[in-house]
Every structure is written in C-alpha cells, then in structure tokens.
C-alpha cells in the first residue's frame, strides 16, 4: 500500500512537471515547486509528530551528579601541563570526580561523592556480559560462560550514557513504598540506535524519529531503559535474578543477572548497536559477595580490612594527574593532541603536582580520607577508544604511551595514573586538596 502511495506521489510529481515543461509559465512553475516541496514538508510534519518526550524520572528520585558545565570543561589550558611542589600559588586539588556505575560505559561527573570500602559509592556496580563458548579442548570438551565486555572489543560501549537516581525524600511521587526507593534509586541506561527507515508506514516514522533526532542536535535516536540500583529481597525473588558467575579479567565472582530487567527488543537493538553477537545480559555485582583484591592492596594485617571490589578492572579507585596526560598529548604524533583526559576513565583527575610526580606516591590524604596508593595503573589499548565517537584509533595514544611510559619493572605494559585504595570512610570532594604523605617503591603485581 505504501508503496502505491509512492508511485502515486511519483506519477503526480511526472504530471506536473509534463505540464511546465509543455507550457512554462510562473503558475505552473509556483505549483511544481509546491509539489515537489510538500513530500519534505511532510516529512518535517512527520518528524516533529514522532519527536520524543522526554521520559517522566524515576517517581521519589533525583539525578546523581554535577549539576552545570564539566570540571574538566578547560582541561586543556596550558595552566594545567605545568605543576610544582604544593603552595598557596600552586595548590594540588581535586579537578574533577567521575563514577563509572556500567563498567566501560560513559561515565556520570560529581562534585562530591561518598567513599567507600569499593571506592567510590555507585561506581562500577554493573557491567554487561556476553555468553562465550571456547574452543573445544583436547577430549572435545566445549564449555560456556559469561564473560564481561569492555570498550577494547565493542568501542560503541562509550556511546551507552548512564544515569543514577537515588531516593530523595524532597523528590515528587516519594513514598517509602515506591520501587526505587526501595532499591536505593534506580540506574538508567541510554544508548544511540537508528530504527531502519524505508517507504513502509513504520519505516516512515522511523526516519521521522531519526529526522527528530537530528533536529534536537542529537546525532541518532536513543533507547532507555531503567533497572533497580541495589533490587531489594522480593524483587530479586519476583524477577528470579539468577545468580552466575561472570568473568572479569581473572576473576569469576558470583554476580547477579539481571537481564530479566530490560525488556528484550531493547537488548536486542542494544546488541545491535554495540556489534555484538552472543547472548548479551546485564550483571550486578552481589553486594554480600563482592570481590576481595590482594596484589598491591593494603594487607589486611597492617589495616585491619581486605579491600574489596565491585565491577572495577583491579582496585577500588583510579587516580589520574592532569599535568601527566598533557605530557602524554605533547608527545603524540600531529593530529591526535590535545588527548581528552577522559579516555582514561578515572575516578579522580587532580591538578598541581607536575607531570608523573603520582608515580611514586604511596600514602596520601585528599580531604578527610587517607588513601592508599597501591600500584601504578597499567594500559590496556583502552585509551585508544575517544569517548566522543566511540571509535577506535589503532595505535594512539597506546603507541606513544609505550615510548616512555614502561616504567614498572612488574609489567610489560606503559604506566599512568594510580591505583588507590582508600584506608578510611568519608567524603571526597572536587576543590579537595591533596596532601602527600608519603612517597614508596612501586612493583605491578599481575596476581
Ligand atoms: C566544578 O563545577 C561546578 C559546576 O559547574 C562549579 O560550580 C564549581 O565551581 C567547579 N569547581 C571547580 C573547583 O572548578
């Protein structure tokens, strides 16, 4: 039917156009523009009807986060490459705190944010994963299992945006009863996926929608979904989470699935945006198992706790001095600088210390908590990924980074940033500063 409509338009256009091109006069010719205008014209229409409402929140809820522009909005003034030992003139504070709460998405930026045993609270507390099976072994044993994903194989994870919700008793709709509030908020998951349009009625409104898109200055349509931050006991119990273990890196700690919670047409458009092909599912880590780190950690010993971890690579936080990444930028080849901070997904980015300074920093106090600077921060081709585009570059910044930042005896990889763990509970804040208190050997651990 569509398509007759077309060849009626089609036909209508060829009627006109017949009629100027036999007799031209400036009526006929007003008409033919006006024919061959009103099928983008109602497009325009169409695309305006399919624009999206913004969703209403989550009811008893407000946004975790920054509230206007980014602390790293000016990241790359020239102040910040250079750096001297701390002063009035020349504080070191905390420039900018980030959360990651879907490992290897797109990041959440606060201004202040409680610490805990795992790090930073909210941060890496889901991660998605796909069901791998290997290759058969010797005796044609194959074996499945879920395996978490990252940015280094589906460089499109950067362009899935999260936000975190949490209960708020000033917020509309609370009550102690309301979904999220039971679950300590909500996380909602965002990602760019283009509908397939055609000349069908729905493939219409999808170019509608991608139209709409582009008219509100996003560059593709996006999907929502919502899932409960921590799901309390009976909805854990009604949604018959399962719990498995999924892969990450070494470890294979027991995590709840909970791919149950997103609706299965989203995932599969998600999958499809993201390149992936196995079965795709979401995981939570179980709060009564999180996982326990030993390489560098502080021993438990010495500070009376075992560190521990939710969905983080290897310890609890990340810490990144600005001045570090500008040396990094000056020495890449033309047209990779200036190298956006972000790359390197950390949790903490600081200002003041010169650049490297942070490679041998063993205990430190930012604010009303100590910190435990376990090991340097080794680089996977991670960073080569721009956060902006999704898309990733071959070589840089990896292959500059492994010129002269192989600097751990301990691993093979380059080095920058640290690896944190903190040693008491409390607050850390943007404009924090930072006093080092003692400087110490570092040696990467793999195990
Ligand atoms: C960080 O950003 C917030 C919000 O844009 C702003 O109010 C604050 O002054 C900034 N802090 C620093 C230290 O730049």
């Given at each position: 039917m569509a398509s007759n409509a077309l060849d009626s338009i089609i036909d209508a256009i060829r009627t006109v156009v017949d009629a100027v091109v036999s007799n031209p006069s400036p009526s006929t010719i007003g008409v033919t523009l006006l024919v061959l205008l009103l099928p983008f014209?109602?497009?325009?229409?169409?695309?305006?009807?399919?624009?999206?409402?913004?969703?209403?929140?989550?009811?008893?809820?407000?946004?975790?986060?920054?509230?206007?522009k980014s602390n790293l909005s000016d990241q790359y003034s020239k102040k910040y490459s250079r750096g001297a030992d701390p002063s009035p003139e020349n504080p070191?504070?905390?420039k900018a705190l980030f959360i990651y709460p879907l490992k290897s998405c797109a990041g959440v930026e606060l201004g202040e944010s409680d610490v805990i045993r795992t790090g930073l609270k909210h941060d890496r507390q889901f991660t998605f994963g796909q069901y791998v099976t290997s290759l058969p072994s010797l005796d044609g044993k194959v074996e499945s299992e879920w395996n978490f994903i990252t940015q280094r194989t589906f460089p499109r994870l950067a362009k899935v945006e999260t936000e975190v919700w949490i209960p708020d008793p000033e917020a509309p709709g609370h009550s102690p009863d309301a979904e999220y509030v039971k679950s300590e908020g909500c996380l909602v998951v965002r990602f760019?996926?283009?509908?397939?349009?055609?000349?069908?009625?729905?493939g219409l409104k999808a170019y509608g929608r991608i139209l709409a898109a582009r008219l509100s200055g996003k560059s593709e349509p996006v999907i929502e979904f919502r899932v409960p931050f921590n799901p309390p006991k009976d909805r854990i119990k009604k949604m018959g989470y399962r719990s498995e273990k999924i892969k990450i890196w070494k470890d294979s700690p027991e995590a709840m699935n909970i791919g149950c919670e997103v609706p299965e047409d989203v995932m599969a458009k998600l999958k499809y945006t993201l390149g992936v092909t196995n079965p795709l599912s979401l995981?939570?880590?179980?709060?009564?198992?999180?996982?326990?780190?030993?390489?560098?950690?502080p021993k438990k010993k010495d500070v009376g706790f075992q560190t521990i971890i939710g969905m983080a690579d290897s310890y609890?936080?990340?810490?990144?001095?600005?001045?570090?990444?500008?040396?990094?930028?000056?020495?890449?080849?033309?047209?990779?600088?200036?190298?956006?901070?972000?790359?390197y997904r950390a949790n903490v980015y600081v200002t003041g210390p010169p650049s490297f300074n942070e490679d041998d920093w063993a205990r430190a106090r930012i604010g009303d908590c100590t910190y435990h600077i376990s090991c340097r921060t080794t680089r996977c081709k991670l960073p080569n990924v721009d956060p902006e585009t999704g898309l990733a570059d071959r070589n840089e910044p990896g292959a500059t980074m492994r010129k002269y930042r192989v600097i751990d005896k301990g691993s093979q990889s380059p080095c920058l940033g640290m690896q944190v763990t903190p040693l008491t509970e409390g607050v850390i804040s943007v404009g924090d500063e930072i006093e080092l208190l003692e400087r110490g050997e570092h040696f990467f651990l793999k195990v």
């Open positions: 014209l109602a497009l325009f229409i169409l695309a305006l009807s399919q624009r999206e409402q913004p969703p209403t929140p989550p009811p008893g809820c407000r946004k975790l986060g920054l509230q206007g070191w504070i905390v760019p996926f283009s509908p397939d349009a055609d000349f069908s009625l729905d995981f939570r880590i179980d709060t009564s198992k999180y996982r326990e780190v030993f390489k560098c950690a609890p936080m990340h810490i990144l001095n600005l001045a570090s990444i500008h040396h990094v930028s000056c020495q890449l080849p033309r047209g990779y600088s200036p190298l956006n901070a972000l790359r």
